[in-house]
């Protein structure tokens, strides 16, 4: 069963940094390409970052690009966003997505972790 | 970036009945196009890839179509379980883009 259990949510301060990890198990996490998509409170799906099965290749949404990086460690099946420069509007669940094709959809998700920016 | 314009924004149905849901793209997406169901307190749940396969374990009563820049989800047999937010996706070209969701709901 393909598993992804997302963690590192909390409450920060404007400005600072974070860093999400989502653990993937069930598969073989070097196969995939993999993304992080948020979910503001009671809005909709934002698409925010991919990485390539090697870790090679990345994409980001304009609204993150240059202030959040993905990343992954394949010996660890374990997927990485690091957020710095948060700002409010980054107040979101942030859910962790296999990709099985590219360009591709979003096969599997995981249960999300929920980050607040506030002071 | 491709504007996904999804409508109705909300959606209100009776048990047994048929809903469509409508995406419409900005510019042709070549059925790169997928639908996702959320549940409220839940993550997204992939039901339809390229426009009108769909993914494993999904009931047969939800199918997709459509093709260039007009795509629709239907949804045969209305069940209580089917109450949920759904939402298109294209992936034809980065920056990936979501419809606005259709929030669906029991008559």
């Not at chain 1, 997302?6 to 989502?22: M, W």
């Not at chain 1, 970052?49 to 304009?62: E, Q």
């Not at chain 2, 959320?38 to 039901?47: N, T």
Request: charged share 15%; hydrophobic share 30%.
């Amino acid at each position: 069963e393909v598993q992804l259990v997302e963690s590192g949510g909390g409450l920060v301060q404007p400005g600072r940094s974070l860093k999400l990890s989502c653990a993937a198990s069930g598969f073989t996490f070097s196969d995939y390409n993999m993304a992080w998509v948020r979910q503001a409170p009671t809005k909709g799906l934002e698409w925010v970052a991919s990485i390539s099965y090697g870790g090679s290749n990345t994409h980001y949404g304009d609204s993150v690009k240059g202030r959040f990086t993905i990343s992954r460690d394949n010996a660890k099946s374990t997927l990485y966003l690091q957020m710095d420069s948060l700002r409010s509007e980054d107040t979101a669940t942030y859910y962790c997505a296999r990709k099985d094709w590219e360009p591709g959809w979003f096969a599997y998700w995981g249960q999300g972790t929920l980050v607040t920016v506030s002071s | 970036d491709i504007q996904m314009t999804q409508s109705p924004a909300s959606l209100s149905a009776s048990l047994g009945e048929t809903v469509t849901i409508e995406c419409r793209a900005s510019e042709d997406i070549y059925n790169g196009l997928a639908w996702y169901q959320q549940k409220p307190g839940k993550s997204p749940q992939l039901l339809i890839y390229n426009a009108n396969s769909l993914h494993t374990g999904v009931p047969s009563r939800f199918s997709g179509s459509g093709s260039g820049t007009q795509y629709s989800l239907k949804i045969n047999s209305l069940q209580s379980e089917d109450v949920a937010s759904y939402f298109c996706q294209q992936y034809y070209d980065y920056p990936y883009t979501f419809g606005a969701g259709t929030k669906l709901e029991l008559k």
